[in-house]
């Protein structure tokens, strides 16, 4: 059976999309959330949604502890708050997957801008605050919480993917892929983030104007 995988913040429209996902595909899932309550009554309706998935509901704390891989998917603004209530849970070999984006919504401007982040990128800002042995990598900045949680619509994209060491990001790579349509592409160093976080803002404007859900595809890659 596959590692358990925690999603911090993922009673959120992108965590709870992938973790329905992922629990289809028979990834073992802990929903965590700032309340309790409030991951109890995701993994619940994750039960209904894939009733062959396994899904637990935990407040961040107690989900950040429950996993080796962990993937934080909180609005930018909650992110170094939540990093900081994190740290005396986090363990020196977790791996962390950093799906933040620094929209300019989190201090109430548009959704097609960015914030500069001093460390330059949201996913640099996690490594630099999580604890000395924890790794990081950075995905998922181009995947429609949406359509993720639309389990009627076929996926067919790729999903960008940063990080330092090839090890980390071959088994981040190796967990998205298991949700049918998601093909991973390796993007080099961490630092990269910089410009896969610029492509949500880009899409957004893209959706807004064509109505849609656009995602990402890299052709002329081998098969």
Known sequence: ????????????????????????SGVPVVIGSREAARAQEA??????????????????????????????????????????????HLRPGQLVVDASVPLAAAISGKATRTIGVWQGSAAQQVAEMVPEGVRVCSA????????????????????????D?????????????????????????LEMARLTEQLTPLLIGINIRYKTHAGIRITGLPE
Do not use: W, Y
């Not at 059976?1 to 289809?24: D, E, H, K, N, Y």
């Not at 995947?143 to 999903?159: P, Q, R």
């Open 140 to 163: 998922l900045h181009t995947v429609s919480a949406a359509m993720l949680g639309d389990l009627d619509h076929v996926l067919d994209e790729d999903v960008l993917v940063c990080g």
């Open 1 to 24: 059976m596959p590692q358990t995988v925690s999603i911090i913040g993922g009673s959120g429209a992108l965590g709870f999309g992938l973790a329905v996902r992922l629990g289809r």
């Open 43 to 88: 993994a619940e309706r994750a039960s209904k949604l894939a009733p062959e998935g396994s899904f637990e509901g935990a407040d961040n704390a107690t989900a950040a502890g429950r996993s080796e891989l962990l993937i934080l998917s909180v609005p930018f603004r909650s992110q170094s708050e939540t990093l900081t209530n994190l740290k005396q």
């Open 165 to 189: 060491k090839k090890a980390d990001k071959q088994e981040v790579i190796a967990l998205i892929e298991r949700i049918e349509g998601l093909r991973c592409v390796d993007c080099g160093k």
